[in-house]
């Protein structure tokens, strides 16, 4: 791609004649909000201080200097100088390599074949998957898909929930209460209700606590009946998890868990101790984090069990020595943000300097009617049923506009899912945002659906054209209508990098909508398929914007339907 931002500062800095260099000059170029104020501004201020004129009288007079080849025109405007790019040249270049390099279009070497670790998704066993791991596992995802892009090597670990004393209570009550029918039947559901069960019952029957305490500690000996019902749990558990990741089309890497990092605790304790980090407070071993202002990290409890945190050492070791890694990401969510602080704190304590290169990637809570989801006010929303509503409104959708669609179940499938999964990724991943199905399945306004609708259209558009694959040719375009949408094609390879800088997948959503808002505006006012001089250019232009959109879904983890 060229940089044609360089050329403009390239332009400018002949003219100035070395009162400022050409890297500054650089940084201070705009890009105007407005298409009418040109495709890059210079503010004239920058040379006011060398050249002791106003701004005004600057812009003015170097702009008789500048050289005008390859700009359509070069005008001061007030203490600016704006410079509009020569459209058949631009065009001509951004479509001929949108189509040679197809959906290789964008890619960078940022990472350097780097591994990046991303913790994600990590829902606990025995309980169902909140919206919140929902959200952990596409931002997750689309992360992972924007680092690859840019040729990082991520490794997707879903660091499951699957160690912790509330297995020895799930255990007490399956003993008591449980059949294995009914668990096989609907696991998680059923689990969850011993769960609660034995809370509602030892409030009156304290002695069930010991039995779990007992159980629990069967498990952590390595105790034969007490070793296979977590097994089972686990992998019942994780079935269920399954469906719901192979409905979103995700995979991961890893499924070590919790558990994974028992006989790794020993030697965190052990560091701990050597580097005379570990204090005791009313029994129990704690690291003293005061000097970072924050509360201290429990390490070993008084009966001597190990915590989360104690676990997440092991793992932040586990995964610098096994990928080497250069950063190490954890999506979850911001309420475990002081946790994530004080897991830094106490490698950077055991004088581990690559504790800076461990990113928590926090988000913020999905409500419903603006109140938080939660388990004891009845709003819960069950995953499973959120695609499927999703999937059948779709195929409601579907019926009234394309009844005659082939594939129509896949599509409903793809359109359903795509919906929840692009809803949740345009919104900046710190913000809160209320999930309501209605809106996220709209065919119009800021949606998945949207998106996809305009790829579906530009397919359609080259369907009729009757062309399959274009080669390199001469694609000259100076249609004013076709500029916005010609320059968001040019913009896709910065705003990846931008995305990926950020761990901020809305970027790419945003950026989706916007092409495919410019897309059917162009479409809206343009005779495409017209015979004339330009019409290549302009089959290529909705060829490009085919690839671009459908790249940017799948960065997002959505799959981008030739029809609908
Ligand atoms: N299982 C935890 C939860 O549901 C999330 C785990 C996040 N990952 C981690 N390495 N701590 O809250």
Same mark, same amino acid.
């Given at each position: 791609? /060229? ?6 500062? #390239? ?16 940084? &201070? ?28 009288? /600057?812009?003015? !007079? ?21 410079? @509009?790019? +020569? ?36 829902? $606990? ?10 959200? *952990? ?5 689309? /992360? ?20 912790? #004393? ?14 294995? !029918?009914?668990?096989?039947? =609907?696991?998680?559901? #059923? ?5 609660? %069960? ?32 977590? &097994?089972?749990? %686990? ?14 089309? /995700?995979?991961?890497?890893?499924? $070590? ?5 028992? =006989?790794?605790?020993? !030697? ?6 050597? &580097? ?24 070993? %409890?008084?009966?001597?069990? #190990? ?45 581990? +300097?690559?504790? =800076? ?44 506009? $394309? ?18 999964? @692009? ?39 080259? %369907?009729?054209?009757?062309? *399959? ?8 375009? +100076?249609?004013?209508?076709?500029? !916005? ?64 959109? &459908? ?14």
């Amino acid at each position: 791609m /060229i940089d044609y931002k360089q050329k403009v500062a #390239t332009a400018i800095s002949v003219a100035v004649d070395g009162s400022l260099n050409e890297k500054d000059i650089f940084y &201070k170029i705009e890009v105007p909000k407005a298409l009418n104020l040109g495709d890059y501004a210079f503010p004239a201020f920058a040379l006011a201080k060398y050249l002791h004129k106003a701004p005004q009288i /600057i812009a003015t !007079e170097l702009v008789e200097k500048i050289d005008k080849k390859g700009f359509e025109k070069v005008e001061a405007v007030g203490p600016y100088i704006n410079f @509009f790019l +020569d459209k058949k040249d631009y065009s001509n270049n951004i479509l001929n390599e949108v189509l040679n390099e197809q959906d290789n279009f964008g890619s960078q070497d940022l990472g350097k074949s780097n591994n990046v670790p991303i913790d994600m998704s990590s829902p $606990n066993i025995a309980k169902p998957m909140s919206m919140g791991h929902l959200r *952990s596992t596409v931002i997750g995802n689309a /992360i992972a898909n924007l680092l690859a892009k840019t040729n990082y090597v991520p490794v997707k670990i879903n660091h499951l929930g699957d160690w912790g #004393t509330q297995f020895g209570k799930l255990m007490c009550a399956y003993k008591m209460w449980g059949s294995e !029918e009914e668990v096989k039947k =609907d696991p998680i559901a #059923t689990l969850l209700k011993y769960y609660v %069960r034995f809370h509602e019952e030892d409030v009156d029957k304290p002695e069930l606590d010991d039995d779990a305490r007992e159980w629990f500690k069967r498990l952590e000996d390595g105790d034969k009946e007490a070793t296979q019902l977590w &097994k089972w749990f %686990r992998s019942e558990s994780l079935k269920e998890f399954i469906q719901i990741y192979d409905e979103l089309g /995700i995979k991961f890497d890893s499924y $070590n868990g919790e558990a994974f990092y028992n =006989d790794k605790m020993d !030697e965190i304790v052990e560091l701990l101790e050597q &580097k005379n980090l570990l204090k005791e407070s009313n029994g129990a071993q704690i690291v003293d984090l005061s000097k970072y202002d924050l509360n201290p990290a429990l390490i070993k %409890r008084s009966d001597g069990a #190990t915590l989360y945190i104690t676990r997440d050492l092991a793992a932040a070791l586990y995964r610098k020595r096994t990928y080497n890694f250069t950063q190490s990401l954890y999506v979850v969510g911001n309420e475990q943000t002081n946790h994530f602080k004080q897991l830094k704190a106490v490698l950077k304590e055991m004088g581990y +300097d690559w504790s =800076d290169d461990i990113h928590h990637i926090p988000f913020g809570l999905i409500t419903s009617g603006g109140k938080k989801l939660s388990t004891r006010a009845g709003r819960v929303i069950l995953l499973q049923d959120v695609l499927n509503d999703a999937i059948s409104l779709a195929s409601k959708q579907i019926d009234e506009k $394309n009844p005659s669609l082939a594939n129509k179940k896949q599509v409903a499938h793809d359109v359903g899912v795509g919906a929840v999964v @692009f809803h949740d990724l345009k919104n900046e991943r710190l913000n809160n945002f209320d999930f309501d199905l209605e809106e996220v399945v709209r065919f119009e306004g800021e949606t998945g659906p949207y998106v996809q609708y305009a790829h579906a259209r530009a397919m359609s558009i080259l %369907r009729k054209a009757g062309v *399959s694959e274009l080669g390199t040719a001469s694609y000259e375009l +100076d249609d004013n209508q076709a500029w !916005e949408t010609l320059r968001l094609l040019g913009d896709f390879p910065n705003t990846i990098e931008r995305a990926v800088v950020e761990y901020e997948p809305s970027v790419i959503a945003k950026y989706a909508i916007h092409l495919a808002k410019a897309f059917n505006k162009y479409y809206a006012h343009s005779k495409i398929l017209k015979a004339d001089k330009q019409k290549a250019a302009r089959i290529a232009l909705v060829a490009s914007v085919a690839v671009v959109l &459908k790249e940017a879904l799948r960065l997002l983890g959505v799959a981008a339907p030739d029809e609908m």
